[in-house]
């Protein structure tokens, strides 16, 4: 008999067997913890507090460096570290139940994703460059047959196409044929025949393919899906396809996020016993989710959806397809697909027409997927004469530069420090995270605004960077990344193992602790900056021009919407240009996968854009290492290449020079 | 608790749920109860005898006309109307069992189909006409990849294809990327990618289609079957498909036998519940069946079979796919489908390389299948010169008359008397069926000889031709079909119904009655001769020409192979042309499709063969009625038509014409 694991303040409970963790007990009942290392046990995000007392002996607890023992004596515990005990004997004379209370900075709190009936932004309504759909409707009137024509119903289905319509040599499927016979006689002989007539793999008209035959006296319309497949999201837009119109939308976790919050943990679940099933089965489901939620609401039928086009990462993509992420990440980080052959609903699991083809947008390589490719079709990267650098910035920075005549890409791991990854009180961007922050330059005093205007919960990716540009242009951080010994505040402080900045204290939050920025977290910060700045001075350099010489950066991705430009520059993320030649374009991805949806033209120009977007490999190239040193300050050793942030600072040059002499400390976290 | 119901003599028992049929429990037991009707109670085939007196209550009964009431006493009953009974109370003690016997004169001992070890008849082993298979292994050295060129994994096969052998543009399906990463590392870059380049479907060169990478080190080949999935029995050849050769073959029953004899059987079978799918189930079964024998035989991997060229008729060929088989015999008798798509095995569930494309010899009609597409071919008709008159007779008899230039086709229900349906003591060509007869023209006594010289127990197709005839030669036999009453004889006798003639006495038999020819199987027979004969003169007057300028009259089928030529003119089956001009080709259906199978030249033949044959449907036309019943003499009304029989005949013409007054008496069974 399973134990029955109940969740607070959600009240939602759930059934768990001998062995479950709590971590996927509280994933199969709903409840999202955070898990960055996908369960490992090593980042303590998970931690719950075991309620019930009569809990002893049903669950095992492996203990870990990562909980205080006054923590455990007060029942807090990791999920992924908790199991269900063999509680046969107890469960056998009746439920035996255990309540596990999950604390509230922990718990996931969606704002901008679509959980609480927020919708993701808009995509444009109908699209100018649509042309020509492939998959249309047909209605025929056909002659039944008769002992003077009896004709099979596939090849009268066939002449009426072609003598009717000028559609020839039509292929169909068995699950379409098994069906004909009855659909034409219920029809009365007047269908309407839904055919895909393009074939979305290569350059070609292939002979259509029939998608449906349905009674003609009923309305038709035909529908796509356009998907954004996200390491933390997923972004689901029902297109209808003859008109272009966006019907409606949706957005969802990512449900891998419960087996780890990056690419590289979701690669190393990949590799357990059943990791990979697991991994599809989550992100199929996520997606099945969101288009139940989808058709719920417009009452649109499921094999009415005759194509889904999906943007991701190269990792996503081969997760979704079930292919093993496995060499992604082993030298010299191989992909085993980068343009994926198109698959159909049906083999995928996928809740639409089973015969849908699902296409997924080509990778360039391993740390440049489907979802940049996607980028650079939407932002218009492809066809412009100004020299662009398209920047994607996530837990990893993916950088295209070029122009029409010419792309190249790179990928650097800058680390989810910018997502709260790797930041004492970091967090992502959901209610009561820290957003916004000004300080007080003689008294060191923060004033912050936080989501909802909720109490602080701590600091998001928007937040970490106002926070760092202030602290750095009040002078309370040098440019090294340690704090300056010299101020005396209120809030700067010798922590446990560092110094450390109190952005609130504990009595405004709802924690039981501050909410602070340590040198540590800085530390992180400023190599996270590093990686994604010395990757654009790398991918210039290998083509011969400066930084300076950009004409447009266009910005792709949810992280860019909200952050403040001027800030990112401050602390060196982003390259010292006029502020008018920054974009930010929002979901790029999810924008190219619509475009390539309805538009045959764009498919082309997208595998146009992957074969000739050279992939450059930041570890085999020598700079590399050059670039991201000078990079490990803030905003960068060279000031010159930061005008407009020299002319802020209130220390001297001298200063500056001073600590390039010793940059030795940023190399590890214990030398600070 | 399910009821124990063994079967006698074979001595296999099966467990059997409620409401199951003793017919179903056989079945599922692999003993074959003859069941030509489908199990509708009609034909009382199904005959056997529940031997348990333990039996009553265990058991519920459909009583039925076709069993005497002494049958009944002795506990004969039919198998389809048997029915296991609530047995919950009795069985739930222990288990209850049932001993059934199958009377030996109905269980089915295989004479020329494979289940004892014979093998179907050879194919060329060889092949003139192949050229170019579709199917091919190209071995790779793939240089591995270094982070100066990551290119994926699909990439490099795709490029080194293209590189070292011209293969552009391959296409790979989901279950061949998912593995490749690691098959191409576990080959450690050395591999054999095989194939496909060819779309079956049409008459384009598609972009290839991969189908396996397998380690270059080990040992490859390619095999392909050739299957011929008729009404009765299913014949499969390996193929390797490099060289032509034909490494083995077998044969089965078709187990659909247990649904019905013919075709009408199944459609009407389908229609029950679960019935197509059950359909379906049995014919997967048996083709995977005697997969299983011929790879357990050559150990051949089944992964390594990438390809199913299939020929049956209509019926069979909608069944095999899942289509509804029901408007084929629905005025005005449409196919669903003609030309079928080319399926995957794995849709299919057929036990070969899941990606193996299974294609099927288009139909021309509802009754003129791929088998017939596939002896026009295999047979050559579609090349000759020559007025060629192609029969494939069966249950239907199939016709195509034509030339290079021209084909045309039809078909007639023959009725399944030639395949002992319909007369009493008709039986299959199985152990100690009555094949050769002939009767002394004095006494009227006869000579025969049985299959396997058992003692005999009925007679088979070549035997009641033999028999009809002899009777007609010896004047024992009126040319209307009515035995001669003025004959004393004492094999003639007045039986139950109408008059007979005795071949074989009980004491030579191990049945309990002689085997009789009745005047009533004589008009069956005769009908389906007839039927015969004027679809023949029919399709020869569609097309102006008559019978006798037919220059070659070629038969395909197994029943062809066994029957007495000249026997079978007189008794106007086949029409009176010089022998010289009939030759018997075997199974043409199973030649075709290896044909098919081969070369991709013959596939575009087939396709074109197809097309441009025309179908006579013979209930629309006005002339077939007067031909038919013209037809009903032996061998017909008009002798001048049988010159050759004409010579041989005791009776004078004034007689025949006598009898031309009268022929309504045919026209049902109870005027005789």
New interface residues.
């Given amino acids: 008999m399973p134990l029955v694991v109940e969740f607070k303040p959600a009240g939602v409970a759930v059934a768990a067997k001998e062995g479950t963790s709590l971590l996927e007990a509280a994933t199969a009942a709903g409840v999202q913890l955070d898990a960055p290392c996908g369960g490992q046990g090593r980042c303590g995000r998970c931690k719950v507090r075991v309620e019930s007392r009569a809990a002893d002996g049903l669950l095992r607890y492996r203990g870990n460096a990562r909980l205080t023992p006054a923590e455990e004596t007060k029942g807090y515990r990791l999920g992924c570290q908790t199991f269900v005990a063999d509680v046969h004997d107890r469960c056998a004379q009746g439920e035996e139940r255990v309540l596990v209370s999950v604390p509230r900075s922990r718990k996931k709190v969606l704002r901008r994703l679509g959980h609480a009936g927020a919708r993701p932004e808009a995509l444009p309504a109908s699209s100018t460059w649509r042309e020509d759909p492939a998959i249309r409707t047909f209605a025929l009137e056909i002659e039944p047959?008769?002992?003077?024509d009896?004709?099979?119903?596939?090849?009268r289905v066939r002449r009426e196409l072609a003598r009717q319509y000028g559609v020839e040599?039509i292929?169909?499927?068995?699950d379409v044929?098994?069906r004909?016979?009855?659909d034409l006689?219920e029809a009365d002989w007047n269908v309407a025949v839904t055919v895909d007539t393009s074939d979305r793999?290569?350059d070609i008209r292939l002979?259509p393919r029939v998608l449906a035959a349905n009674p003609a006296r009923t309305r038709h319309a035909e529908y796509g899906l356009a998907v954004d497949v996200g390491t933390t999201s997923v972004v689901v837009y029902l297109v209808q396809l003859s008109s272009g119109r966006v019907i409606d939308s949706a957005s969802a976790y990512n449900a891998q996020i419960a087996c780890g919050d990056d690419v590289i943990s979701r690669i190393m679940y990949s590799q357990r016993g059943q990791g990979l099933a697991r991994l599809q089965q989550l992100i199929v489901g996520t997606v099945n989710e969101l288009i139940d939620e989808l058709l719920g609401r417009t009452a649109i039928r499921a094999v009415d959806v005759y194509e889904m086009m999906a943007a991701g990462n190269t990792t996503m993509t081969h997760i979704l397809?079930?292919?093993?992420p496995?060499?992604l990440r082993e030298?010299?980080?191989?992909?085993?697909?980068?343009?994926?052959?198109a698959?159909l609903a049906g083999?995928l699991g996928l809740k639409l027409n089973p015969r849908a083809r699902v296409s997924l947008m080509p990778?360039i390589?391993?740390w440049v997927g489907g979802d940049i490719t996607a980028g650079v079709i939407s932002s218009g990267l492809y066809q412009t004469d100004k020299l662009t650098l398209f920047m994607d910035i996530g837990t990893n920075g993916e950088l295209v530069l070029g122009t029409r005549d010419w792309l190249i890409a790179c990928a650097c791991s800058a680390g989810p420090a910018f997502e709260g990854g790797g930041v004492s009180n970091g967090m992502r961007a959901t209610s009561g995270a820290i957003e916004d922050v000004w300080i007080d330059a003689a008294t060191l005093e923060p004033t912050f605004r936080t989501i909802d205007d909720a109490p602080p919960q701590g600091l998001c990716g928007s937040g970490l960077i106002e926070l760092l540009a202030e602290l750095l242009i009040t002078g309370a951080l040098e440019k090294s990344g340690r704090f300056a010994r010299d101020r005396e505040a209120a809030r700067l402080r010798q922590g446990d193992l560092c110094m450390e900045y109190v952005v609130a204290w504990q009595p405004e939050t709802e924690l039981d602790h501050d909410v602070v920025l340590t040198e540590m977290d800085v530390d992180n910060l400023i190599r996270a900056k590093a990686a994604l700045y010395a990757g654009c001075s790398v991918l210039c350099r290998s083509v011969g021009v400066a930084l300076a010489d950009v004409e447009q950066v266009l910005i792709g991705g949810a992280f860019g919407q909200y952050v403040n430009l001027e800030k990112a520059v401050q602390i060196g993320l982003l390259p010292d240009l006029p502020l008018g030649r920054f974009r930010f374009l929002g979901n790029t991805s999810a924008l190219g996968a619509y475009m390539a949806l309805l538009c045959p033209d764009v498919r082309r120009e997208v595998r146009d854009v992957a074969y000739r977007m050279t992939?450059l490999?930041l570890?085999?190239d020598n700079s590399f290492m050059e670039e991201y040193t000078s990079a490990l300050f803030l905003p960068h050793t060279d000031l010159e290449a930061f005008p407009s942030v020299k002319a802020l600072l209130p220390s001297s040059r001298e200063a500056c020079a001073a600590h390039a002499a010793l940059p030795s400390h940023l190399g590890s976290q214990g030398a600070t």
Same sequence: chains 1, 2.
Wanted: net charge negative; glycine share 6%.
């Fill in positions: 047959p008769s002992l003077d009896n004709t099979s119903d596939l090849d040599e292929r169909a499927s068995l044929v098994t004909l016979g009855r006689r793999d290569r002979s397809l079930g292919v093993d496995k060499y030298v010299p980080y191989t992909p085993t697909l980068a343009a994926a052959p698959v083999e990778s390589g391993s992939y490999e570890s085999a």
